[in-house]
């Protein structure tokens, strides 16, 4: 009888992982048998005048909110506003020069889904700013998967750059992340396959309660602040 870590065996694997508390369970689920009809639902947002495509997204206020699985495709500047998701289903958000400053929330907050994907397209820069003391700038409670080959800036003037509740894979494109708290902070697992990611920061580089994987890419942190551990 062997005894292995499941989470690191699985995801090694490409499998998701999750824990139940109240059955005390691991769950182990693969993307590749899951329904993916959420794809059908295909959208845009234009930031700069707030119009929109596809269905399940709502805009009042500068505050835009994704209710339904699907691709979207978001393009244009947004000043004082932010992206929400809360679904059931799959989201993928296709960043392609897309800006978003945001005062009082995170820039892109995924509150819920079944997993979030943010796509950064190819040959685009794009910007995510959040200026609140304690506003961290991308915030996702759900598995995230990063991707493309475009660039992103994130930029925290109190909060994290990133910040995760559960894991956090990235596979590839260019993250310039400035934070006055730490550059990526994971409840879970992080995981990096390819990309660089640039991190400047006050606090922790990379701060993960679980796991930290890389098996690829260019990693590049200056923190700036006294270590509160030097482990």
């Known amino acids: 009888r062997t005894l292995v870590p499941a989470r690191a065996i699985s995801e090694a694997f490409g499998l998701n992982v999750d824990w139940d508390d109240d059955t005390n369970t691991v769950i182990i689920t693969d993307d590749d048998v899951n329904d993916d009809t959420w794809k059908e639902n295909t959208g845009t947002i234009n930031l700069t005048d707030l119009t929109y495509t596809g269905d399940g997204i709502d805009i009042i206020d500068n505050q835009i909110m994704i209710t339904a699985g699907g ?37 892109i907050y995924i509150e819920e889904a079944d997993k979030a994907y943010i796509t950064i397209t190819d040959g685009t820069e794009n910007s995510l700013t959040a200026l609140d003391s304690e506003n961290n700038a991308l915030y996702s409670k759900e598995n995230l998967e990063l991707k493309g ?29 400035i934070s006055e708290n ?14 660089t990611i640039n991190i400047s920061a006050i606090g922790d580089g990379i701060d993960s309660e679980s796991i930290i994987i890389i098996n690829g890419g260019e990693l590049n942190i200056e923190t700036k602040g006294t270590p509160i551990q030097t482990e």
Do not use: Q, Y
């Open 182 to 195: 730490d550059g990526i902070h994971i409840n879970d697992t992080f995981k990096m396959t390819g990309g």
């Open 71 to 107: 691709d979207f495709t978001i393009t244009g500047t947004l000043d004082d506003g932010n992206i929400t998701v809360k679904t059931n289903d799959k989201v993928k958000l296709r960043l392609s020069g897309a800006s978003i400053t945001s005062r009082t929330n995170p820039c």
């Open 149 to 177: 080959d475009g660039a992103l800036n994130i930029t925290a003037k109190g909060g994290h750059a990133i910040k995760a509740s559960d894991n956090m894979t990235i596979e590839n494109g260019v993250l310039n992340l």
